[in-house]
């Protein structure tokens, strides 16, 4: 307990002499830097070469703009993470391993006034996942004329409508097993109409640059323990891998497809942090790909109710913080999210998003798990008293109910081994004269 204290204070004094020695250095140099050359600064530090000549040339980027929710906050780094409803834009793997399912409202005020809205819901049959969710992206779009007259009105958007399934294959006590998922999705982009010279709007002019395309994601999820130094059944680090936007072009432009790799590690028990980096891909051009990029995140759990999380994104030259809280009102939960986007302007507020989670249980599994536990107890109480076939019968009630729990088979097989034994013994002390 002491060595923690001590531990967190020196860190805390680490932290602040860090953040006095860039005060000073600020300062030293403040009276000679503007705003705006601060800004370039800023920007010059994640950006040191040339622009990347390959950004803007994939469509659907929709697809890229987060719901919201824990992976938003955690710097989008949540391909190995996958504990809520966040998980069905990162790892399609997520549904055949969520405890709960889960019924998601998203709403992101993105750049300017674009907004997100999005849902989720996610349920698990034994090993088998099964989740749908739909995002739109919306932004107010307005025609002017020469004059500054108002022309025409109506809505840019980006829909898309997503199916899941996954499975957990090789599950076990000891070995996690793999979770491998899929994605289908449809998307649809919706322009409006614009005019003609005279000033005329052209019925259906926008459906030249509407679009539609049919895409897919992949991934893959597995956990185990490493450096452990807490007592936990859970795993403490887990890896995925995913592939998504997989499909053909659209209207000839591709589309915007990643693939990704992460990996996320709990050093105790209520931190976690993870990591991903994640690697665009041109199908169409794979010579014309854009540069890849990674986040990191950070999650605390303060208590039962109440986490905090962090995140950073560097993607091109545009570094992104994110902060977020996440409250637990049982069966309700709500993660409040705040993005500042360094490269973009600097403002007391720049995004903001908000998600209500319910929580629909479990479906009675871990009920299940505890009573199979607690037969394994039973079946180990009696064995230690001799009575080998009563112990059996506890472990195989056990394993009826958690086919998976490898401790119960290997006490039922030590104990048909001994009755076998026992059997032997009897069968040659009858035959002796």
Known sequence: MHFTVYSFLGMKKALLLSALIILCLLSKAGAQISGSD???IIYSMFNPGSEDPNIGLTSFLST???????A???????????SDASFLELNPAGSAVLKNSQFAFFHNNWIADTRVESLVYTMRLGNLGFSVGGKWLYLPFTEYDDFGSRMATGYYSEAIAIANTAIHLFPGYYFYGLAIGANLKLAYRAMPDYTDDAGN???GSGMDQSAMAV???FGLLTRFNFLKAYSSREKNSSFGLTIKNVG???KGEPLKTVASAGFSYNFFKPIMISGDINFPINLDEP???SRLYWGLGYSMSISDFWKLTAGFLLKGGNPRLSFGSSFDFAPLSLDMNYTLDMTTQLAPLHRMSITARFDL???GRADKAARAEELYLQGLTVYAEGELELAIVYWNEALKLNPYFDPAKESRETALTALELRHTIEQLQRLEP
């Open 72 to 82: 938003e906050s955690m710097g989008m780094a949540y391909t190995a993470v996958v």
């Open 215 to 217: 895409m897919a994601d």
């Open 38 to 40: 601060a800004y370039e």
């Open 287 to 289: 010579a014309k790909s």
């Open 361 to 363: 249980g479990d479906g």
């Open 248 to 250: 053909f072009p659209s």
């Open 201 to 203: 709007i052209i019925a």
């Open 64 to 70: 890229m703009v987060p719901m919201g929710g824990s």
